[in-house]
């Protein structure tokens, strides 16, 4: 089974922390780092062939997208981003799943162009450190602010 398979499956269980909301196509999750405060995963609900959008029929797309927007949405108030960087990879997890990271001046310190570029350009020791694994407390206070945001726009 996937990383994200398994993430789902604790879902389903009842005992992943970091669950937020389920939406019709998918699962919304903070993520497990939060260098860029606020940083969560959208989760396609299935896994399988399903590996590139344009594999999703027209319906499908549509839905999930279009969802994937409400939360990136939802995560820039809740989180008072001043961007928002989508990314859907899937070299690691070949499960769609959307990373949203809330981006604000300075969160890549000095790296990048003078501090400004993509999340990518901040090294990857720094970004997945322990050090920046919300705390139950605050992982609970993300989770209420963006529910009650998606709460809002759903």
Request: proline share 3%.
């Amino acid at each position: 089974m996937c990383l994200i398979c398994d993430r789902i499956k604790m879902i389903q269980n009842g005992i992943n922390p970091y669950f937020v909301k389920e939406l019709e196509t998918g699962y919304v999750v903070i993520g497990d780092n939060q260098h860029f405060h606020g940083y969560t995963l959208f989760l396609y609900k299935y896994h399988g062939d399903k590996t590139e959008l344009f594999y999703l029929n027209s319906t499908e797309r549509s839905k999930f997208l279009e969802e994937m927007t409400v939360v990136a949405e939802a995560v820039s108030k809740a989180f008072g981003a001043e961007k928002i960087n989508y990314e859907l990879l899937g070299m690691g997890d070949a499960h769609l799943h959307w990373h949203l990271f809330p981006r604000v001046s300075g969160d890549i310190e000095n790296y990048g162009n003078n501090g400004r570029g993509p999340v990518w350009w901040y090294p990857m020791e720094k970004m997945y450190s322990d050090d920046n694994r919300p705390g139950e407390g605050q992982l609970e206070d993300m989770k209420r602010r963006l529910l009650a945001e998606l709460e809002k726009l759903i």
